[in-house]
């Protein structure tokens, strides 16, 4: 009986024990997964699934314009390899084989020398002249067309407020009205006239025309007027244009009667374009004259009479003319000229 009883007892004895295993098992996993906890070893991973996400939107959005994206830079601020490349590239392909790009300014190209505009030669005025604009022009710019009409006037032999002196026969000269003479500046110039009725003619201001001539208004030698209508017309609709005409001689300047080594007036005589200012050199230096409604530059004092004088036009072409003398209403030839516009 006790046999019996123990050998009945063996299987439940090893079935318990089975049964443990399991239980014994469950219970170590659940102390770990409790040790380690939800989230500790699923951080790091987690993580790395939501940055993969954002990266990839990242690169798939379209660039901001202002970021370093568009802009073609870093982070930190600096040019990427692939901005730099394609600047590289585009400077290549926009400058000219050899040469260097052309500043931000442009201003080297632009503006010339101080050398080379202080004091340009005869050579480099006319190569300046030939693109310059008149930047000392004053009411009279080249390139402008300006209305006005036209009216005649007995000129006697063509002397008239500017002192030129007769014109010798030549009388295609007029009077500009008193405010586009602007204190003689208007004096030598050529301009070219086109009437209503389609005759041109070009003269050369000689004289002013007084108030109440009106703006834009010539009034012409009775001898030019008449090329363009009968002078019983009397008053001729027109337009005019300044003109920096082909066939001049050289130029010449005259001392004012009067003149001496104390004082002295000068002026140019037969220059193609308008005069700007005339300087006379003292000390080392050039000297700035007024300039008086006659057309004479005037030295008070004396300073410069009978030296080099420094002549410029309105386009900023300068010549100068040395070795001058006091000779008062002789007119002393130069072999120098303004260059044509």
């Known amino acids: 009986m006790k046999a019996t009883r123990h050998a009945a007892q063996q299987p439940w004895r090893r079935?318990?024990?089975?049964?443990?295993i399991p239980l014994a098992l469950l219970a170590i996993g659940v102390l770990v997964f409790l040790t380690?906890?939800?989230?500790?070893?699923?951080?790091a991973e987690a993580g790395r699934v939501v940055d993969a996400p954002a990266s990839a939107a990242v690169t798939s959005l379209p660039p901001v314009s202002g970021s370093a994206a568009?802009?073609?830079?870093?982070?930190?601020?600096?040019?990427?390899?692939?901005?730099?490349?394609?600047?590289?590239?585009?400077?290549?392909s926009s400058s000219p084989a050899g040469s260097a790009s052309p500043s931000r300014s442009g201003k080297a190209s632009a503006t010339p020398s101080a050398t080379a505009s202080a004091t340009p030669s005869t050579t480099a005025s006319a190569t300046r002249a030939a693109t310059a604009v008149a930047p000392s022009a004053g009411r009279i710019k080249p390139g402008v067309s300006y209305p006005g009409v036209a009216t005649a006037y007995d000129a006697a032999d063509g002397n008239g407020a500017c002192s030129f002196g007769p014109t010798?026969?030549?009388m295609m000269v007029a009077a500009m009205n008193f405010t586009d003479y602007e204190v003689s500046r208007a004096c030598g110039a050529y301009v070219q006239i086109h009437a209503s009725n389609g005759a041109s003619l070009t003269v050369r201001i000689?004289?002013?025309c007084p108030l109440p001539c009106a703006v834009g208004q010539l009034d012409l030698s009775q001898q030019a007027f008449a090329k363009l209508a009968d002078l019983s017309v009397g008053r001729l609709a027109i337009t005019w244009t300044l003109l920096s005409p082909e066939s001049v001689g050289p130029l010449s300047v005259r001392y004012k009667p009067g003149s001496s080594k104390w004082w002295c007036g000068i002026q140019a005589i037969g220059h193609r374009n308008p005069i700007a200012t005339l300087e006379v050199q003292a000390g080392g230096s050039w000297r700035q004259l007024p300039r008086t409604d006659y057309n004479y530059f005037l030295s008070a004092d004396g300073t410069g009479c009978g030296g080099s004088i420094r002549i410029t036009d309105i386009y900023g072409e300068q010549l100068t003319v040395d070795n001058t003398s006091v000779q008062p209403d002789v007119v002393q030839s130069t072999s120098v000229q303004f260059a044509r516009h």
Do not use: E
């Not at 079935?15 to 443990?20: K, M």
């Open 70 to 92: 568009a802009t073609g830079t870093s982070a930190s601020g600096q040019p990427s390899a692939s901005s730099s490349a394609s600047a590289s590239a585009s400077s290549a």
């Open 15 to 20: 079935r318990a024990l089975i049964a443990g």
């Open 168 to 170: 010798g026969g030549d």
């Open 206 to 208: 000689v004289n002013v």
């Open 36 to 43: 380690l906890g939800p989230g500790s070893g699923n951080s």
